[in-house]
């Protein structure tokens, strides 16, 4: 598995840049979603198949990590941001 940091000690709302997760031949990929909340925000993993249309895996209100299926592109989302640090990595 390599790391991919999506988000790393963010301080505001809003999306970071996509990010390939996978190869184009491969069909599906599987990952370990972490997110690090020190504060008050809720962080988004989203997926895309065209970099244009997104659409939400997990969202986190405090620090967790979960098992996901990951499409072509992905990104972290802070979607609410009140204090603090948010930081969002996907090990594929």
């Known amino acids: 598995m390599a790391a991919k940091v999506l988000l790393a000690l963010v301080t505001a709302s809003g999306p970071g840049a996509w990010v390939k997760s996978r190869s184009v031949k491969e069909s599906t990929e599987e990952g370990i979603c972490q997110a690090i909340i020190?504060?008050?925000?809720?962080?988004?993993?989203?997926?895309?198949f065209d970099q244009v249309s997104a659409f939400e895996i997990a969202t986190f209100s405090v620090s967790g990590g979960l098992a996901v299926t990951l499409p072509?592109?992905?990104?972290?989302?802070?979607?609410?941001?009140?204090?603090?640090?948010?930081?969002?990595?996907?090990?594929?």
């Open 38 to 48: 020190t504060a008050t925000a809720t962080v988004a993993l989203e997926g895309s």
């Open 72 to 92: 072509e592109w992905i990104r972290g989302n802070v979607t609410s941001y009140g204090s603090g640090d948010v930081s969002l990595t996907v090990d594929v």
